[in-house]
């Protein structure tokens, strides 16, 4: 079991000047960073992946899909070919920072719909560009992990049942879809229950309380959830994905308007402690 921060927190891009905020998630306890490759070159992600290791922390990276020129869910195959380079840029810049984890929603824009559900052609594009996705990570020694995303953010894949079906259908062993509580506490009329169907294809994990805020300040059952991903053997990451209002993208593509928390500090320092002991009495 390994815990790590979603940097997001604070930026979308790690550069010299988010460096002391490593060294407080070691001394608060984590053993690596989930990184924002939401821009930079392979380059750019060499410096702050030795600072990682000098501080003893792994990485973990989070990914989107900028616009509509990159959906992989596109009738248009130069599209989907768009969508693919921009994934295996992606991999590349994490590969580049010694990481292991790519995740995030990486099959549409956050934010674009149609007015109605995925059809089967869109799905069929996701695990098209995602196979040869994950063939290219495996290059890297890099599991993939999809996130499936509450209705409210995007409609090509809501439910851990759709996730898990696409992680069959792409069929390699890097890539898995990512569990995460925020979104399943509102897609999901069993969130805990979920988890055993599913447990063969998860193979990451996000800790979000229900507001966005700090873990254990809201009503996220993280006792019953770790028990179940215990029980069903998986023992990977689990990573604090908190959000405020100070990143004006991030906050209008999550749709949050206001922070859930008194400071920042509480989210990573008390979040941490609260999972740390919610993961001991699973």
């Known amino acids: 079991m390994l815990f790590g921060f979603n ?19 070691k001394k608060t306890g984590y053993d690596g960073a989930e990184l924002t ?13 030795h600072v990682l290791r000098e501080e003893g922390l792994r990485a973990t990276a989070v990914a989107v899909i900028p616009d509509k020129e990159h959906d992989c869910t596109s009738r248009d195959a130069k599209v989907r070919a768009a969508g693919l380079e921009h994934l ?3 991999i590349d810049c994490l590969a580049a920072a010694g990481g292991e984890v790519l995740c995030g929603p990486f099959y549409q824009p956050l934010g674009i719909f149609t007015g109605v559900g995925p059809t089967r052609e869109e799905r069929a594009g996701i695990v098209e560009v995602h196979k040869a996705a994950a063939k290219h990570a495996a290059k890297a020694n890099i599991k993939l992990s999809v996130e499936p995303l509450n209705r409210f953010e995007c409609y090509a894949l809501n439910t851990a049942k759709d996730a898990a079906d696409v992680v069959r259908q792409v069929d390699e062993p890097n890539y898995g879809y990512l569990y995460d509580t925020f979104h399943f506490n509102i897609e999901e009329k069993d969130p805990v229950g979920v988890i055993a169907p599913t447990i063969r294809q998860i193979n990451h994990v996000h800790t979000s309380e229900n507001d ?3 873990p254990g300040k809201g009503h996220v059952p ?23 209002a100070a990143l004006p993208g991030i906050a209008e593509a999550t749709r949050v308007w206001r922070d859930f928390f ?3 500090e509480e989210v990573y320092e008390f979040g941490h ?10």
């Open 262 to 264: 008194p400071n920042r």
């Open 7 to 25: 940097m997001l927190l604070w930026t979308t891009f790690v550069a010299k000047e988010h460096y002391p905020l490593l060294t407080r998630l």
């Open 37 to 49: 490759i939401f821009g930079g070159k392979p380059e750019d992600y060499v410096e702050v992946g």
């Open 212 to 214: 966005r805020g700090t």
């Open 222 to 244: 993280f006792d019953a959830t770790f028990k179940a991903l215990k029980a069903g053997g998986y023992d990977g990451w689990y990573v604090i994905e908190a959000f405020g």
């Open 273 to 282: 402690d609260y999972l740390r002991a919610s993961y001991a009495r699973a």
């Open 88 to 90: 295996k840029w992606a």
